[in-house]
């Protein structure tokens, strides 16, 4: 039903009348997607189990999150060059499904797009730029990847050859790195990206347990959320003075982080920005920036001080939060918000709770 995005609703079990008329059932490999329709939506062909084949017409510019899950005997399907978005577990378990093409139009691929496929041994790519042992590297001027299919033995009619991650060189027709793009290149130690790159997407180095260092060129203004979040091996990082914000987890989980100089371009810091950087010791906050994230420095344990400038008005939930070895921290007045556990279990906690400014609820277990 409806248009110009294609929806769907599973038949309730005891319905006989649709539109004042007796239900006459249809093959479902006899529809035809109207011309109107611009992108199939949420879950729309979701179990349709007797589907064997569909044609999308050059209309569509979208499949939405899990359309076609569990068509359990589709064998082909041919994605026009319109589309430019395949959503996350947009093929999961099409468990008959031989071969795919990705046009290069498409510039995102959703998690888990082609997972549990098991009989996809063969993907043509349009634009191929890479293939790592881990993952299918395509398209300009985004950049994006899928997690190569578990059976998956053919790619552009070729056997696989799968090269080592760290001899990737991102060509200069790339001006973004997109969503998850190099997510879990586990062998990933290092990586040079050009100055035609513009944007770097979310959680795009996400769990990248090997990754030690990283160039960011001034070309970039924004390090998205997630994008270096579990870099265990990441000990120091430059920022250059381009970018303005750090999103939600930018560093989280990076244990091996020691020191982080913040540019005073940087007028954001995200949620949880650096939670759980275990190894950081100590950090400078500029005085652009006016508020301390929720989780933003927990479970910091190596933190022994900081300076809070006195641009900072707002400290938030659990920001120091069991951050142990804190010891020297500095209050400015111009602090009008504590969120509570803000200070919970940090180690000057005794110290702060002689300033009255600050609530007890500071000091709870928060959220």
């Known amino acids: 039903m409806n248009e110009p995005v294609l929806i769907s609703t599973e038949i309730p079990y005891n319905l006989q009348i649709i539109n004042g008329k007796n239900i006459e059932n249809k093959v479902i490999n006899e529809f035809i997607i109207p011309s109107s329709i611009s992108k199939l939506g949420y879950g729309c062909f979701y179990k349709c189990r007797s589907l064997t084949s569909i044609n999308l017409s050059s209309s569509i510019i979208e499949l939405g999150n899990d359309c076609f899950r569990q068509c359990s005997l ?16 947009c093929f999961k378990e099409c468990s008959s499904l031989k071969s795919i093409n990705i046009p ?10 082609f997972y549990e496929c098991s009989l996809l041994t063969s993907v043509c790519v349009d634009n191929l730029q890479f293939i790592s042992k881990e993952r299918i590297f395509m398209n300009e001027p985004v950049l994006i990847s899928i997690k190569i299919p578990e059976n998956i033995q053919i790619i552009n009619g070729k056997n696989i050859e799968n090269k080592v991650i760290n001899e990737f060189i991102i060509p200069s027709s790339i001006s973004k790195i997109g969503d998850g793009c190099f997510r879990e290149c586990y062998s990933l130690t290092s990586i040079n990206i050009p100055a035609t ?49 750090l999103g939600d987890f930018c560093f989280d989980e990076c244990t091996s982080l ?32 006016s508020k301390l994230g929720d989780e933003c420095f927990k479970y910091c344990d190596s933190l022994t001080s900081i300076n809070i400038p006195s641009s900072i008005n707002e400290i938030g939930n659990c920001c120091f939060y069991e951050c142990y070895s804190l010891i020297s921290i500095n209050i400015p007045s111009s602090i009008t918000s504590f969120r509570e556990g ?26």
């Open 74 to 89: 589709l064998t082909s399907v041919t994605i026009p060059s319109s589309i430019s978005k395949l959503g996350y577990c």
């Open 104 to 113: 290069s139009s498409v510039s995102e691929i959703g998690d888990y797009c």
């Open 197 to 245: 790159i513009n944007e770097i997407g979310d959680a795009c180095f996400c769990r990248c347990y090997s990754l030690t260092s990283v160039t960011i060129p001034s070309s970039i203004n924004e390090l998205g959320n997630c994008c270096f979040c579990g870099c265990l091996s990441l000990k120091s990082i430059n920022i250059p003075s381009s970018i303005s914000k």
């Open 258 to 289: 020691t020191s982080i100089n913040i540019p005073s371009s940087i007028n954001e810091l995200g949620n949880c920005c650096f939670r759980r950087c275990s190894s950081l010791t100590s950090i400078n906050i500029p005085s652009s920036i």
């Open 342 to 367: 803000c200070f919970y279990k940090c180690g000057c906690e005794e110290i702060l709770k002689m300033d009255k400014r600050i609530p007890r609820d500071c000091f709870d277990r928060g959220w």
